[in-house]
């Protein structure tokens, strides 16, 4: 409707050029919608832009365009009010017009070509799979789901991907975690992983994991190995169901541990190595991000033989870049902040303009009980899950 009266408006602007009352008329003026109803349905600062370039007493302009606004057939009522304010009632039938617009599109509405040709890479969530979907994650899913719908709308090709994080210390920890339930229901006093994650989900995937594998006959690694897989293989089913419940489709599932296996991130470091921007260190492996506005070098590999999570991210936008999209959105919590120069940096080192990549960061939810805030933990098992409120509230006040 803004759109619709600006054009009317501006068709006013041209009849007094035209008739050599004004002589310029490209100005940016606004339709807004006064604060006061009695003011009119919408109303146009024109008037008072005019008089500046005009040099000509601005409630004088709004007269000579009021005169010509009238005449058109959606307006009902216009009048000049205070120093030059063009005040407009609109007939019902514009909005009854304006309703049909909205009608005769249907989906299409508001929609626009402005990406056409323009391919856009979306992460989001990318929650580590050692344990449910939490609010957290929620709020990310629907916020990276919201703006995909709105970019596709205006014509851009949107790709949204889920990231896994299922290679290192994480995944050990929910199998030895697993392993750890299984253990003390033979002996109670058998030890917990002092970091390992205590939600009741754990007792769940043993439940499950003991229907397919008898651990007992297995040797103390394997057995491990196996329920850091199996465990993994099944939070990943949980957190598929759960996005799919929550109306959240993705188009790609990247996994870390593939980047690995596919020497992606050997391939990235020897890369950076050839560019000079890999040195070593107290036995550790650097990247020197300082060279492109970090606060400090990085260490990519530690003096263990251990990738750093540094590591496989860089190799990670790496790949995005070589699949060819004209941006790349990442969205993290706001936990990530300190996150973000580092990877720039990287970028930068690897010759992927900045602008390539944009950031969006989201607050972290907060949960209250009893006006006390809860700190919710994963592997304190102190947090309430998406499937929780999802049941609770419904798909469509949960997104919300």
Same mark, same amino acid.
């Given at each position: ?24 008329? &490209? ?30 007493? /601005? ?5 000579e365009l009021r005169a010509r606004m009238i005449k058109r057939e959606s307006f009902q009522r216009v009048e000049v009010a205070g120093p030059g304010f063009i005040n407009i009632w609109l007939k019902e039938r514009s909005f009854h017009e304006g309703l049909l617009e909205v009608l005769r599109a249907g989906p299409a ?8 040709? +323009? ?12 344990? /449910? ?10 916020? &990276? #789901? ?23 210390? =994480? ?21 917990? /992983?002092?970091? &390992?994650?205590? &939600? ?11 229907? =397919? ?28 169901? #759960? ?8 188009? $790609? ?6 980047l690995y296996d596919s020497q992606k991130v050997d391939g990235t470091i020897s890369l950076l190595e050839e560019k000079g921007f890999i040195y070593q260190k107290d036995g550790a492996v650097w990247l020197k991000s300082t060279a492109f506005g970090d606060d400090k070098d990085r260490v990519i590999k530690k003096s ?18 070589? $699949? ?41 939810? +907060?949960?209250? +009980? ?31």
């Open positions: 409707m803004r759109e619709r009266l600006k054009s009317f408006i501006s068709e006013a602007l041209q009849e007094l050029m035209a008739e050599g009352i004004i002589r310029h008329g &490209g100005l940016n003026f606004g339709v807004e919608i006064p604060k006061i109803r009695e003011h009119g349905h919408y109303s146009t600062n024109l008037a008072m832009l005019l008089a500046q370039s005009e040099k000509r007493n /601005p409630r004088a302009l709004a007269e509405y508001g929609s626009s070509s402005m990406g056409k040709g +323009k391919r856009i890479l979306l992460e989001f969530v990318s929650a580590n799979p050692t344990g /449910p979907l939490h609010l957290g994650h929620g709020r990310g899913a629907a916020f &990276g #789901d919201t703006l995909s719908r709105v970019l596709s709308l205006c014509g851009y090709e949107v790709e949204k991907e889920f990231y896994i994080n299922d290679a290192g210390r =994480q995944i050990r920890l929910l199998g030895l975690s697993i392993f750890s339930r299984y253990m003390q229901r033979k002996d109670p006093n058998y030890p917990f /992983p002092e970091d &390992g994650y205590h &939600g009741t989900y754990v007792e769940d995937l043993l439940a499950e994991i003991s229907k =397919q594998v008898d651990l007992n006959g297995l040797e103390e690694e394997e057995a491990i190995r196996l329920c850091s897989q199996m465990g993994k293989e099944l939070m990943m089913k949980e957190i598929r169901q #759960d996005l799919e419940e929550f109306g959240v489709a993705f188009d $790609r599932w990247i996994s870390e541990k593939e263990d033989g251990e990738y750093t999570y540094f590591a496989s991210d860089i190799a990670y936008h790496r790949d995005k870049w070589e $699949r060819g999209y004209n941006l790349t959105i990442d969205i993290w919590g706001a936990d990530h902040h300190g996150y973000i120069k580092r990877v720039y940096s990287a970028l930068k080192c690897l010759g992927i303009p900045e602008d390539w990549l944009k950031i969006l960061l989201i607050q972290l939810v +907060k949960l209250w +009980k009893a006006g006390t805030e809860i700190r919710m933990s994963k592997r304190a098992g102190t947090y309430v899950t998406l499937k929780e409120l999802i049941a609770e509230a419904g798909v469509d006040a949960t997104r919300f």
